[in-house]
């Protein structure tokens, strides 16, 4: 992803060369792009067209590590804050507004987290799995009418010994089962980790969007916004996977998001300073420095090695991720004036970022199947845990260890169980139909009569009583033209920020159109909410100007914003018995079905 940085200063103080010199023209085509925002690299304070080794005269320090917004000083006087005070109050609400973000989102999660007592949609795969992972290290062949007895009397249902044959890694069911592990095998117990997952989520994004968009304000706005996401929020109150590799990724773009930063901090560090103070470029320094130890990439790698673990396409996220920590690399270098920055990046970035992600996170897929490795192999293991002792003796590659060799068939068994599976479903959908909602899934629907599960006596008839899995339908309308705002401040403006959004988003959207004759589901958009939300916090802090923007821009600006949000947050209540499985009116339910394809 480009940088939004602007060139460097000139050689020796030399004044940037003027537009049209003939040298330094760009192509008429390119010049026309001005119109539509454009900034092109090497464009000066004011637009003008200029080569890389102008710019501004800035601190280079302030343009690697770009300084957090404050707010005015009004502000502050009409809340009665002391000047000598505003640090500290802006180091308190760095943390007490994401807490307070998350606190409400657990509440959200939280409450009713039982309700419905039921197996829901694909928790009669993920809950019976997680159950026997914990307990024997592998999944299990479970009867096919279990579930009834699960619900009726958890405590006296035997485990198979039979293993399991199972299409997913085992890290989400470890999770699963870490909730089953302390609160029992009941919808509870199941749920737990998915609901704790969901609301450390939010905590998590309030802090990131903070970090990306430099500003507190906007970055509990994300936060909050995916508090109040009915998808995120279905997700979170259910044992599905799609939830737990949702966050392991989130983990994964916080963690290079703060090594980005670190490592800027470190190469400002090392460049000179000029006689008043400020940071300047040096080519030397920019192509040649060491960026040393970088604990976040490495932990990165871990996270996406979990997220891999937990659903495949985690593997996509690690090359998308990859790809953009070296790229932001090589932005940090020209900023710091580099000359030829993505070869500096290539001979002292690429190797290190590679090995800090891609080995680890291969290596931790491997040991996230230490419970399947483990057991025996003499047909009383994990499933195909003997393939290699009964059937891959003699082979070229008898050399390498029987588990490996087994794992290795059981992942192509798998490989080839995805790729075809084209059995039709009701609510299979399209990924073309995700951003606009095109086929949310139904996770569990029932009829009460009156006076039953909850349906109110007084009521005409039967009620509808489903937890849809779909997202807000407001913030995902929003979150359209939010996508297209930050297509284009990435592609014209060349703003880093909204390249980063962009590739997360990519990373759990774009995958999916190559299958589009595989059985998929809207829910597996869950992995790119966050970043759905940072478009639409991103785009929200453009309605309410930039800084310097007279009182009335920001006024109408700030009307705007906030009839957005508070439309939004009404959408989410008033969707909210779909979210949660509570009985309502069928004309009430009818209702909600604003299109025919919700039905």
Same mark, same amino acid.
């Given at each position: 992803m480009t940088s939004?940085?602007?060139p460097?200063?000139?050689?020796a103080?030399a004044?940037p060369a003027?537009p049209g010199d003939g040298?330094?023209?760009p192509?008429t085509w390119?010049r026309r792009l001005?119109?539509f925002g454009?900034?092109p690299?090497g464009?000066?304070?004011?637009?003008?067209?200029s080569?890389?080794?102008?710019?501004p005269?800035?601190?280079?320090r302030?343009?690697?590590?770009? =300084?957090?917004a404050?707010?005015s000083?009004a502000?502050?006087?009409?809340?009665?804050?002391p000047?000598?005070?505003?640090?500290t109050?802006?180091r308190?609400l760095a943390?007490?507004?994401?807490l307070?973000?998350a606190?409400?989102?657990?509440?959200?999660r939280?409450v009713h987290?039982?309700?419905p007592?039921a197996?829901?949609?694909?928790?009669?795969y993920?809950?019976?799995d997680?159950?026997?992972?914990?307990?024997?290290g592998y999944?299990a062949?479970w009867?096919?009418?279990?579930d009834?007895?699960?619900l009726?009397?958890?405590d006296?249902?035997?485990?198979?010994t039979?293993?399991?044959y199972?299409?997913h890694?085992p890290?989400?069911?470890?999770?699963?089962?870490?909730?089953e592990?302390?609160f029992g095998?009941?919808?509870f117990?199941w !749920?737990?980790m998915?609901?704790?997952?969901?609301?450390l $989520?939010?905590l998590?994004?309030?802090r990131?969007g903070? !970090?990306l968009?430099r500003?507190?304000?906007?970055?509990?706005?994300?936060?909050?916004l995916?508090a109040v996401?009915?998808?995120?929020?279905v997700?979170?109150?259910n044992?599905?996977?799609?939830l737990?590799?949702?966050?392991?990724?989130?983990?994964?773009f916080g963690?290079?998001l703060?090594?980005?930063d670190?490592?800027?901090a470190?190469?400002a560090?090392?460049?000179?300073?000029?006689d008043?103070?400020r940071t300047r470029p040096? =080519?030397?320094?920019?192509e040649?420095?060491r960026?040393?130890?970088r604990?976040y990439?490495?932990l990165?790698g871990?996270?996406l090695?979990l997220a891999?673990?937990?659903k495949?396409?985690?593997?996509?996220?690690l090359?998308?991720?990859?790809?953009?920590?070296?790229?932001?690399?090589?932005a940090?270098?020209r900023?710091?004036g580099?000359g030829a920055?993505?070869a500096?990046?290539l001979r002292?970035?690429a190797?290190?970022?590679?090995?800090s992600?891609?080995p680890v996170a291969?290596?931790?897929?491997v040991?996230s199947?230490t419970?399947w490795?483990l057991?025996?192999d003499n047909?009383?293991?994990?499933?195909?845990?003997?393939?290699a002792?009964t059937?891959d003796? #003699?082979?070229s590659l008898?050399f390498l260890p029987?588990?490996l060799?087994?794992?290795?068939?059981y992942?192509?068994?798998?490989?080839n169980?995805h790729?075809?599976?084209?059995?039709?479903h009701?609510y299979?959908?399209n990924?073309?139909?995700w951003?606009?909602?095109g086929?949310?899934?139904s996770?569990?629907?029932e009829?009460p009569?009156?006076g039953?599960d909850?349906?109110?006596a007084t009521?005409a008839?039967?009620?509808?009583r489903e937890?849809?899995?779909?997202?807000?339908?407001l913030l995902?309308?929003?979150?359209?033209f939010?996508?297209?705002?930050?297509?284009w401040?990435w592609?014209?403006?060349r703003?880093?920020?909204?390249?980063?959004?962009?590739?997360?988003?990519a990373? #759990?959207?774009?995958p999916?159109?190559?299958y589009q004759?595989r059985t998929?589901?809207?829910?597996y958009?869950v992995?790119?909410?966050?970043y759905?939300?940072?478009?639409?916090?991103?785009?929200?802090g453009?309605?309410?100007g930039?800084a310097?923007?007279s009182?009335?821009r920001?006024?109408?600006g700030a009307?705007?914003?906030?009839?957005l949000?508070?439309?939004i947050v009404w959408n989410f209540?008033?969707f909210?018995?779909?979210?949660t499985?509570?009985?309502?009116p069928?004309? $009430?339910?009818?209702?909600r079905m604003?299109?025919?394809?919700?039905?």
């Amino acid at each position: 992803m480009t940088s939004t940085a602007t060139p460097q200063p000139s050689p020796a103080g030399a004044p940037p060369a003027p537009p049209g010199d003939g040298e330094n023209e760009p192509p008429t085509w390119l010049r026309r792009l001005r119109g539509f925002g454009y900034v092109p690299p090497g464009a000066g304070t004011a637009g003008a067209w200029s080569p890389r080794s102008a710019g501004p005269r800035a601190d280079v320090r302030s343009r690697l590590v770009p =300084p957090y917004a404050q707010p005015s000083v009004a502000l502050w006087t009409a809340l009665g804050v002391p000047a000598s005070a505003t640090a500290t109050v802006l180091r308190v609400l760095a943390w007490a507004g994401p807490l307070l973000v998350a606190l409400v989102a657990g509440v959200l999660r939280f409450v009713h987290l039982g309700s419905p007592r039921a197996v829901i949609f694909d928790e009669t795969y993920y809950a019976k799995d997680a159950w026997a992972t914990i307990r024997q290290g592998y999944e299990a062949n479970w009867p096919k009418e279990i579930d009834k007895s699960i619900l009726a009397n958890p405590d006296g249902v035997v485990l198979p010994t039979d293993p399991g044959y199972v299409v997913h890694p085992p890290v989400g069911k470890w999770v699963i089962g870490l909730g089953e592990w302390m609160f029992g095998f009941d919808p509870f117990g199941w !749920r737990f980790m998915t609901a704790l997952l969901g609301t450390l $989520s939010v905590l998590m994004l309030c802090r990131i969007g903070r !970090r990306l968009l430099r500003s507190t304000f906007l970055g509990c706005l994300a936060g909050a916004l995916m508090a109040v996401d009915g998808l995120h929020l279905v997700m979170s109150r259910n044992a599905l996977l799609d939830l737990v590799l949702m966050f392991f990724v989130l983990a994964a773009f916080g963690a290079l998001l703060i090594d980005r930063d670190k490592t800027r901090a470190r190469l400002a560090a090392a460049l000179p300073t000029d006689d008043e103070g400020r940071t300047r470029p040096d =080519p030397l320094i920019a192509e040649t420095l060491r960026l040393g130890w970088r604990p976040y990439r490495l932990l990165a790698g871990v996270c996406l090695g979990l997220a891999f673990g937990t659903k495949w396409n985690g593997l996509i996220v690690l090359a998308f991720f990859g790809v953009l920590t070296v790229l932001w690399d090589a932005a940090a270098r020209r900023v710091a004036g580099a000359g030829a920055p993505y070869a500096a990046m290539l001979r002292r970035d690429a190797l290190p970022g590679f090995l800090s992600t891609v080995p680890v996170a291969v290596a931790v897929y491997v040991a996230s199947w230490t419970g399947w490795i483990l057991s025996p192999d003499n047909g009383k293991g994990g499933y195909f845990r003997d393939w290699a002792r009964t059937q891959d003796q #003699g082979s070229s590659l008898s050399f390498l260890p029987e588990w490996l060799r087994s794992l290795w068939h059981y992942e192509t068994e798998v490989y080839n169980f995805h790729v075809g599976l084209t059995s039709g479903h009701t609510y299979q959908s399209n990924p073309w139909s995700w951003l606009v909602l095109g086929r949310p899934v139904s996770f569990y629907y029932e009829s009460p009569a009156p006076g039953t599960d909850g349906c109110p006596a007084t009521a005409a008839g039967k009620c509808a009583r489903e937890v849809l899995a779909m997202g807000t339908p407001l913030l995902w309308w929003a979150g359209c033209f939010a996508l297209l705002y930050v297509l284009w401040r990435w592609l014209l403006r060349r703003d880093w920020r909204a390249g980063a959004i962009v590739c997360a988003l990519a990373a #759990g959207l774009l995958p999916w159109f190559n299958y589009q004759e595989r059985t998929i589901f809207y829910f597996y958009a869950v992995v790119f909410v966050p970043y759905l939300c940072l478009a639409v916090a991103m785009m929200i802090g453009a309605l309410l100007g930039p800084a310097g923007s007279s009182e009335r821009r920001r006024a109408l600006g700030a009307i705007g914003a906030g009839v957005l949000v508070l439309l939004i947050v009404w959408n989410f209540i008033y969707f909210w018995p779909l979210y949660t499985g509570q009985s309502i009116p069928m004309d $009430s339910w009818r209702g909600r079905m604003w299109l025919d394809t919700w039905v």
